[in-house]
């Protein structure tokens, strides 16, 4: 079992909608969660961190972690075009050294 | 203030060459993340540095990789004698500090072995 898992999608939305990522972790120790955006052929952007279970908002932007499910999420309110990219879930644990990735959704938002 | 630094870009090697990547931390930042990226795939952690030290490399594979962080200059990855295989994107992080800290990335360097 992967220690992360995450829909690749492609997920493809119109402008305005509000759009549902997720991921799924095996790992109990993980206690830092992270939302990264990578456009094309660029590097990873960070975009939210949170630490432990609970909700953090950031403009457009909600990151959602529930421990006791092992889940996470993101929403993206009122998307946009500029939202269209791939979006990366991270994890991390005090007991360890890595970051652990989900392989990414791919987000396409048309005008 | 100048975001994580990576060069080359692209990279082109034959089979049997070296690679090496290069990769300037954020300024303030000590610690050093090197990650693989192939196509449809996640990140791979590959190791973690600190300044002169290998903290973590269980992510390396035995042979042909290598990755250091001298006192000065940059973090520096190195693939000796190059498989097609080893084709991918190589990002560098870099952190503040370790424990659960947000890691930055750089662009990225594109290796492609022909």
């Known amino acids: 079992q992967k220690e992360v898992e995450q829909d690749p999608g492609p997920l493809s939305v119109p402008e305005g909608a509000i759009v549902s990522l997720n991921c799924t972790y095996s790992?109990?120790?993980?206690?830092?969660f992270m939302w990264y955006r990578q456009y094309s052929r660029k590097g990873p952007e960070l975009l939210m961190y949170?630490?432990?279970?609970g909700n953090k908002e950031d403009g457009r932007f909600t990151a959602q972690v529930d421990k006791s499910s092992k889940y996470i999420s993101l929403f993206i309110r009122d998307s946009q075009p500029s939202d269209s990219a791939t979006y990366l879930c991270?994890?991390?644990?005090?007991?360890?050294?890595?970051?652990?990735f989900g392989t990414g959704t791919s987000l396409t938002v048309i005008p | 203030n100048a975001g994580v630094m990576q060069n080359p870009r692209h990279l082109v090697r034959r089979r049997g060459q070296e690679a090496r990547l290069r990769c300037s931390p954020m300024?303030?930042?000590?610690?050093v993340y090197w990650y693989r990226q192939l196509p449809e795939e996640g990140l791979k952690f590959m190791v973690y540095?600190?300044?002169?030290?290998?903290?973590?490399e269980s992510g390396m594979p035995k042979e042909r990789f290598s990755a250091e962080f001298p006192k000065e200059g940059p973090s520096i990855l190195r693939i000796q004698q190059v498989v097609r295989g080893d084709s991918a994107a190589y990002f560098c992080?870099?952190?503040?500090?370790?424990?659960?800290?947000?890691?930055?990335f750089g662009p990225g360097t594109r290796l492609t072995v022909l």
């Open positions: 540095l600190q300044k002169e030290n290998i903290i973590d």
């Open positions: 790992n109990s120790a993980f206690q830092y």
């Open positions: 991270a994890m991390f644990s005090n007991t360890g050294n890595q970051f652990y």
């Open positions: 992080a870099s952190s503040h500090t370790s424990v659960g800290n947000e890691q930055f």
């Open positions: 949170t630490y432990s279970s």
């Open positions: 300024k303030g930042h000590s610690h």
